[in-house]
């Protein structure tokens, strides 16, 4: 048991490093969340959209939701690349643990998405954005969660494909309805009855709704618990999948 | 004990066309201190079996004991006795050399310190000392190799498996890197195992060769009794011999193999 940590530490500080050294990498994730909240965001000032939040604490958590999903559904790219080197190929011949090997990754992939989320809600105070501390923490909670969910399963998808050609269509036709339906940008509400209801399929939605609650001080309504548990329950279905994909990677 | 035995290893690949039998069922035995050269025409199942004996694969059918521990029962035991070289070794090209001999030592679980000083260690061995920060992609083909063959060699392990080790080297490179195979055997009875498809390299260093022909074994020996008895004479060359082995057959195989 102790190894797994001490494993899960090392790749953890690799990635760490190799992501601090390509400074151009974090900043490129996060220009769309930024153009959103920027050119998109004060559009919205002046709307009526239903929920409790005034304009800012509706549309942040939907930002952060996506920055998200975008990222740690493509963190898989970058073991696409490590396998085309062989560099995952030597590290599992050594007794390292197939478990740390994921969890390291997405350790890392946390730190940055943290990061990112940090600097998206300066900028959305900037812009006029109030909202508790308490609230804003429980958001990069929900964000922490969604990315060991997404970046886990981003991992074990990647272990199964050849090319990036044949990852990023994938992820894209997976991830774009998924955001639409989530309510990112406004609220599900807005729309009509099915349109809602096909939204309650997509376990983001409870995410985004969670984080909205939070911002607006609303911590207790029940819908920061349901988030809390779908965000729980795909983070241990995503890492169990993964993991066992990795362990059994062997093509 | 012997550092490598199999038994019926085998391993069956499930495509969309179809099951495709890559290894049927090997055979051999690798003493300890012995450098074996596992040979065989493209698609015989050098890499497949290479890589079911260092666990990046489990087998489909048959056993294995590989540094005294049993391939499928414990294959972590095994990762800790073996170091394997791939033919296109795998490194972070933006990383320091030094950064990747460190990581390795601690992925071998070698403590901070000792990884460190295992580090210079191997760089000195391995005529590395001046690389040591620079950053792995900056390496020459020669140098890469020699860079390569330090990460196997980070926890000194009782084995070593080469993939095709002198690929894309110069002569001089080849040469040097024979050399130090050598001295691995010599100074620290480390038994090899490697493949090859230069006949010359096979020739000049295998205490034994093992061919292998649609994943089963075709011949095994030393060179010379292969040569007396597949090319003819003690003076044939590998070559002959080994197209002699394999190629004389034009209809798809039966199950017997050649030899023993």
Not at chain 2, 30 to 47: D, H, Q, R, S, W
Not at chain 2, 73 to 91: E, F, L, M
Not at chain 2, 118 to 141: F, I, K, Q, V
Request: net charge neutral.
């Amino acid at each position: 048991m102790p190894h797994v940590i001490s494993d899960t530490a090392l790749i953890f500080r690799r990635h760490l490093r190799q992501t601090l050294r390509s400074k151009p990498a974090l900043v490129f994730g996060l220009v769309q969340p930024l153009l959103f909240l920027v050119l998109f965001g004060p559009l919205l000032t002046g709307i009526p959209l239903g929920g409790e939040g005034d304009s800012w604490q509706t549309i942040v958590p939907g930002i952060l939701i996506q920055l998200g999903i975008f990222s740690a559904s493509f963190a898989g790219i970058g073991i696409i690349f490590e396998k085309r080197t062989g560099v995952i190929e030597r590290m599992r011949v050594t007794p390292v643990s197939r478990l740390a090997l994921l969890m390291g990754r997405v350790l890392k992939d946390i730190v940055q998405l943290l990061l990112q989320s940090v600097v998206v809600v300066l900028v959305a105070v900037a812009m006029g954005l109030r909202a508790p501390v308490p609230g804003i923490l429980i958001g990069f909670a929900f964000v922490a969660a969604l990315t060991v969910s997404l970046a886990s399963l981003s991992y074990a998808l990647a272990m199964r494909v050849e090319s990036p050609q044949g990852f990023a269509p994938v992820i894209n036709s997976v991830t774009m309805p998924a955001m639409l339906l989530s309510g990112i940008l406004l609220p599900m509400s807005l729309g009509p009855r099915w349109l809602d209801i096909a939204s309650h399929f997509v376990p983001f939605r409870y995410l985004v709704d969670g984080v909205r609650a939070a911002f607006a001080g609303d911590y207790g309504d029940g819908k920061v618990g349901l988030a809390c548990l779908v965000a729980t329950g795909l983070a241990v279905v995503a890492v169990t999948l993964g993991a066992r994909i990795f362990r059994q990677a062997g093509a | 004990m012997p550092a490598i035995t199999t038994s019926g290893l085998a391993r069956t690949f499930r495509t969309k066309r179809g099951p495709v039998e890559a290894v049927r069922g090997i055979d051999l035995t690798v003493e300890a201190g012995e450098i074996l050269g596992f040979l065989g025409p493209n698609g015989a199942g050098k890499t497949t079996t290479l890589r079911m004996l260092t666990t990046l694969l489990p087998p489909s059918g048959g056993t294995a004991t590989v540094a005294g521990h049993d391939l499928a029962a414990d294959p972590a035991g095994v990762r800790r006795r073996i170091g394997y070289v791939a033919q296109s070794g795998g490194v972070d090209p933006t990383v320091s050399v030094r950064e990747e001999l460190v990581t390795q030592g601690r992925l071998y679980r070698l403590g901070r310190d000792e990884a460190v000083a295992r580090a210079d260690e191997l760089a000195h061995d391995l005529d590395l000392t001046d690389l040591l920060d620079r950053p792995c992609g900056a390496l020459s083909g020669g140098q890469r190799r020699r860079l390569d063959i330090a990460l196997g060699l980070v926890h000194r392990p009782g084995i070593l498996f080469l993939d095709e080790p002198t690929t894309g080297l110069d002569p001089g490179g080849r040469a040097d890197l024979w050399d130090l195979i050598r001295r691995l055997r010599a100074e620290h009875a480390m038994t090899v195992f490697l493949t090859t498809h230069y006949l010359d390299e096979a020739d000049a260093l295998a205490d034994r060769l093992v061919i292998v022909d649609q994943g089963r074994v075709a011949a095994e020996g030393t060179a010379e009794r292969l040569k007396t008895e597949y090319g003819g004479s003690p003076d044939a060359t590998l070559q002959d011999t080994f197209i002699a082995l394999t190629g004389r057959r034009t209809a798809p195989r039966d199950s017997a193999p050649l030899a023993v």
